[in-house]
């Protein structure tokens, strides 16, 4: 299993359209075959501040997610909204 956690730094007073943005991505990837879970939301304390937590079955799953057309037009969208790097950290749980 593959867990990621990806942290996006949106532009002050965007984060209503980036959560419309976000909202059809996540819902067809929960239906993705390889994923076993998927959740965002705004960081707690922060406005401008959105986490995705993701777990796939592989890094295969993970590959096949990020060819999607939804999530490459998802990723292009948000990068407008970006007010900083995205930061991303994977693991991969030993238990």
Same mark, same amino acid.
Request: hydrophobic residues 35%; proline residues 3%; contains cysteine.
């Given at each position: 299993?593959?867990?990621t956690?990806?942290?996006?730094?949106?532009?002050?007073?965007?984060?209503?359209?980036?959560?419309?943005l976000?909202?059809?991505?996540?819902? &067809?990837?929960?239906?993705?075959?390889?994923?076993?879970?998927? !959740?965002?939301?705004? /960081?707690l304390? +922060?406005?401008?501040?959105?986490?995705?937590?993701?777990?796939?079955?592989?890094?295969?799953?993970?590959?096949?997610?990020?060819?999607?057309?939804?999530? &490459?037009?998802?990723?292009?969208?948000?990068?407008?909204?970006? !007010?900083?790097?995205? /930061?991303?950290? +994977?693991?991969?749980p030993?238990?």
């Open positions: 299993m593959i867990c956690l990806v942290r996006f730094h949106i532009k002050h007073g965007c984060g209503d359209r980036f959560l419309e976000a909202r059809t991505s996540v819902e &067809q990837t929960r239906l993705e075959k390889g994923n076993i879970s998927y !959740d965002m939301g705004p /960081e304390g +922060k406005t401008d501040t959105f986490i995705f937590f993701e777990r796939w079955k592989n890094q295969e799953s993970v590959d096949i997610h990020e060819s999607q057309t939804y999530f &490459q037009s998802f990723d292009r969208a948000a990068g407008e909204l970006m !007010d900083g790097p995205v /930061e991303v950290f +994977k693991m991969e030993p238990f």
